[in-house]
């Protein structure tokens, strides 16, 4: 168990829909960061967030948006979904500094029928 | 532009024998370096990291990767595979300067026969 947290487990919704992925990181980490994975692309950076800011972005379509609350935890949305949005969300965690190991939740596994 | 080169797509070995997994990677910077593991349905395990110092780093599971600066390779390596090792290996390369994202490889798949 890594120590992060993520909810749903499972998602399955219909194209044009939004959803609402969230992350709870390790006690402590104040770096939270996205990644998809998916088989065409596989695993992919979208955005990191620093206690709170907006610290890189990766290939984060312009439909998915991040923020991440006071309380350090973070939510990604994703909207006006389409089929090839169906993939594996992780959540990761790290500390503040320049070496800090990320540790990954279980992913959110999102189906778009 | 950073980017990270798994070249087997899948491997097969036999339980007991002796395991490596390639990586070649392309920064421009010094590198940290890291691999991670995906049993199905699970999420991503750090197996070992390299930062700095001795290019021979040690991880869990009796898992080895050493960092060959010109190579720019960091290859996985086990002595020993078990059956409990099958699963989807990831080979990262971790971009600095205040942004810690990492970039993946497209993984390995590791299957071991009895």
């Known amino acids: 168990d890594s120590g992060v947290t993520q909810t749903p487990k499972h998602l399955i919704t219909a194209t044009g829909q939004r959803v609402t992925l969230r992350c709870s990181p390790r006690?402590?980490?104040?770096?939270v960061y996205w990644y998809q994975q998916s088989l065409d692309q596989g695993l992919q950076f979208l955005i990191q967030?620093?206690?709170?800011?907006?610290?890189a972005k990766g290939n984060i379509l312009e439909r998915f948006s991040a923020q991440q609350f006071p309380d350090l935890h973070s939510e990604l949305n994703l909207s006006s979904l389409e089929l090839g949005d169906s993939a594996l969300y992780f959540c990761?965690?790290?500390?503040?500094?320049?070496?800090?190991?990320?540790?990954f939740g279980p992913g959110t596994r999102l189906l778009v029928l | 532009a950073q980017s990270v080169t798994q070249p087997d797509i899948h491997i097969t070995v036999s339980e007991g024998a002796s395991l490596e997994l390639r990586c070649n990677y392309s920064?421009?910077?010094?590198?940290?370096l890291f691999w991670y593991v995906q049993s199905p349905g699970q999420g991503l395990q750090l197996l070992l990291k390299y930062f700095s110092g001795d290019t021979l780093v040690q991880g869990i599971k009796g898992f080895e990767a050493e960092f060959k600066r010109s190579q720019s390779s960091f290859n996985l390596r086990k002595p020993s595979v078990h059956w409990s090792d099958a699963a989807e290996y990831f080979c990262a390369v971790g971009v600095l300067a205040g942004a810690n994202n990492l970039f993946f490889g497209t993984g390995t798949r590791l299957t071991v026969i009895p």
């Open positions: 990761a965690s790290s500390g503040s500094g320049s070496q800090e190991t990320q540790y």
């Open positions: 006690s402590g980490d104040l770096s």
């Open positions: 967030y620093y206690n709170g800011e907006e610290r």
């Open positions: 920064y421009g910077a010094t590198p940290y």
